[in-house]
T-cell receptor
Framework: EAQVTQNPRYLITVTGKKLTVTCSQNMNHEYMSWYRQDPGLGLRQIYYSMNVEVTDKGDVPEGYKVSRKEKRNFPLILESPSPNQTSLYFC??????????????FGPGTRLTVL | LAKTTQPISMDSYEGQEVNITCSHNNIATNDYITWYQQFPSQGPRFIIQGYKTKVTNEVASLFIPADRKSSTLSLPRVSLSDTAVYYCLVGDGSSNTGKLIFGQGTTLQVKP
């Protein structure tokens, strides 16, 4: 089944404790992206990757890191999480990036709480 | 990336047709218009995409006037399960760009 998977689905952690949220897709997509969703603010893009070893900042990259060593994986790293990073996170992938012209496939989401 | 404006929320009743309009005054020649649907605690799901005139699929229709400065997503005979947030995106389809802006979307509440 074609899908985007994220792990963990739920995570409660404390301020300053490094964490990684994994994202994997099995559709051989070149493009992958991370979003966060907060009430009243909609979906905001954190980072995206046009292909392996190519990453770039979205609208809200502060406090996050990403890596793209393989085509299928795009982990989101929070080196020192803070409470304002409490949010619902989504990973997405699509065929070669052509702006919005390619359908984005989203993962199920990761609900992160930073105490 | 062209900025889009949508109503924050809309209410409807089961069986009615719902039209959600998105304004995108700065749309560029190469831009496509794409709509996504998002249910609570789920990732957005692609609904429909168009460039001009009218596009229809099994879920919805998309109407785009000649000047392309707005577009209307039409959901025929909605049911309670169509209660969701709907996002309009506009962006360049001819060159590689990874930045996407979803905005706040339109929250559609379908009532019995």
């Amino acid at each position: 089944e074609a899908q985007v998977t994220q792990n963990p689905r739920y995570l409660i952690t404390v301020t300053g404790k490094k964490l990684t949220v994994t994202c994997s897709q099995n559709m051989n997509h070149e493009y992958m992206s991370w979003y966060r969703q907060d009430p009243g603010l909609g979906l905001r893009q954190i980072y995206y990757s046009m292909n392996v070893e190519v990453t770039d900042k979205g609208d809200v990259p502060e406090g996050y890191k990403v890596s793209r060593k393989e085509k299928r994986n795009f982990p989101l790293i929070l080196e020192s999480p803070s409470p304002n990073q409490t949010s619902l996170y989504f990973c997405a992938s699509s065929l070669p990036a052509k702006g919005v012209a390619n359908e984005q496939f989203f993962g199920p989401g990761t609900r992160l709480t930073v105490l | 990336l062209a900025k889009t404006t949508q109503p924050i929320s809309m209410d409807s009743y089961e069986g009615q047709e719902v039209n959600i309009t998105c304004s995108h005054n700065n749309i560029a020649t190469n831009d496509y218009i794409t709509w996504y649907q998002q249910f609570p605690s789920q990732g957005p799901r692609f609904i429909i995409q168009g460039y001009k005139t009218k596009v229809t699929n099994e879920v919805a229709s998309l109407f785009i006037p000649a000047d392309r400065k707005s577009s209307t997503l039409s959901l025929p005979r909605v049911s309670l399960s169509d209660t969701a947030v709907y996002y309009c995106l506009v962006g360049d389809g001819s060159s590689n760009t990874g930045k996407l802006i979803f905005g706040q979307g339109t929250t559609l509440q379908v009532k019995p």
